[in-house]
């Protein structure tokens, strides 16, 4: 299980979690983000837009979520629905928070 904090792009302050477990894919990740917010969110989940919110190595950090995200060109769409969140970087090694 990979606990995944998610953002809605263009809405300051948006950040909540999300248990999934890292074998499961992109498209349960939408769903799940969906059922968490699903008064926030308003499409269907499979039309969601999910990004891994990192700049080269480095994750976004809690200020630039704070501040609202709104530019996602620098950000990798996963756009394949079927994929394991284990092999498109959200394994649980990979979302580790390191001090």
């Known amino acids: 299980m990979v606990k995944l904090f998610c953002a809605v792009v263009g809405v300051a302050g948006s950040a909540f979690p999300v248990d999934i477990d890292e074998g ?21 989940a499979k039309d969601l837009q999910l990004f891994l919110a990192k700049t080269g190595d480095a994750w976004l950090t809690e200020k630039d979520v704070k501040k609202g995200v709104s530019d996602t060109s620098d950000l990798e769409l ?7 969140l284990n092999l498109v970087g959200l394994s649980e090694e990979d979302v580790r928070f390191r001090v």
């Open 78 to 84: 996963l756009d394949v629905a079927g994929a394991p």
């Open 24 to 44: 499961q894919s992109v498209g349960d990740l939408k769903d799940a983000i969906k059922k968490k917010n699903s008064s926030t969110i308003t499409c269907d």
